[in-house]
């Protein structure tokens, strides 16, 4: 008997939350260490001026660690604000202040901050679960970000731990992928194909 895709995401889902839970903190620490250092250091930052972070939370990388690095650049930076219907805006960060706690868990700007460009100069940094040496991704299983990637311009790059990357990630047609992955010790590109 074979088993549909959704319950090859669900299982790996299940698999990648019992492998974090294995992560000690300071593994995570060195792990977020790395990524965010790579992710500061990508030729491509330098050409965009909007740069779409995601706001860390559970065993995510601690990706708010990068706000003062990239405003220190200049960058407008936008973070994510779900809507009703499964869709998603960016608004752009204007301090802690004006964050929200989601119901989801994850903070998110308050709806009064204004909108930010999200055209081909904007960069957007994707959360997943894990991605594949192919830079597809499994998210969480709510088809914001892959809505929102359907239609999205600009550059996009994900991060995952070494001990998350997968070989292959169960995939449908409407799931994205993005550009590059960065683990703690490799940069992996999309394929041609891809």
């Given at each position: 008997?074979?088993?549909?895709?959704?319950?090859?995401?669900?299982?790996?889902?299940?698999?990648?939350?019992?492998?974090?839970?294995?992560l000690?903190?300071?593994?995570?620490?060195?792990?977020?260490?790395?990524?965010?250092?790579?992710?500061?250091?990508?030729?491509?930052?330098?050409?965009?001026?909007?740069?779409?972070?995601?706001?860390?939370?559970?065993?995510?990388?601690?990706?708010?660690?990068?706000?003062?690095?990239?405003?220190?650049?200049?960058?407008?930076?936008?973070?994510?604000?779900?809507?009703?219907?499964?869709?998603?805006?960016?608004?752009?960060y204007c301090?802690?202040?004006?964050?929200?706690?989601?119901?989801?868990?994850?903070?998110?700007?308050?709806?009064?901050?204004?909108?930010?460009?999200?055209?081909?100069?904007?960069?957007?940094?994707?959360?997943?679960?894990?991605?594949?040496?192919?830079?597809?991704?499994?998210?969480?299983?709510?088809?914001?970000?892959?809505?929102?990637?359907?239609?999205?311009?600009?550059?996009?790059?994900?991060?995952?731990?070494?001990?998350?990357?997968?070989?292959?990630?169960p995939?449908?047609?409407?799931?994205?992928?993005?550009?590059?992955?960065?683990?703690?010790t490799?940069?992996?590109?999309?394929?041609?194909?891809?």
């Amino acid at each position: 008997m074979s088993i549909t895709t959704t319950e090859q995401k669900k299982r790996l889902r299940r698999e990648i939350a019992r492998r974090e839970a294995q992560l000690s903190q300071t593994q995570r620490r060195r792990s977020d260490d790395a990524l965010l250092r790579r992710f500061l250091a990508l030729p491509e930052l330098d050409s965009c001026r909007t740069v779409l972070l995601f706001w860390g939370m559970g065993a995510e990388p601690e990706t708010r660690r990068l706000l003062e690095p990239l405003l220190g650049q200049g960058k407008v930076i936008g973070l994510p604000r779900c809507l009703p219907e499964g869709k998603m805006v960016f608004l752009r960060y204007c301090g802690q202040e004006h964050l929200a706690r989601h119901p989801y868990g994850m903070m998110e700007p308050e709806p009064e901050c204004p909108g930010v460009d999200v055209g081909g100069e904007s960069l957007m940094l994707v959360p997943a679960v894990c991605y594949d040496r192919r830079c597809l991704r499994l998210g969480r299983g709510g088809g914001y970000y892959d809505r929102f990637l359907s239609r999205y311009e600009g550059r996009t790059v994900g991060l995952c731990r070494d001990a998350l990357l997968q070989r292959q990630c169960p995939a449908e047609p409407h799931d994205r992928g993005v550009e590059l992955v960065l683990t703690e010790t490799r940069t992996l590109l999309r394929p041609a194909d891809g």
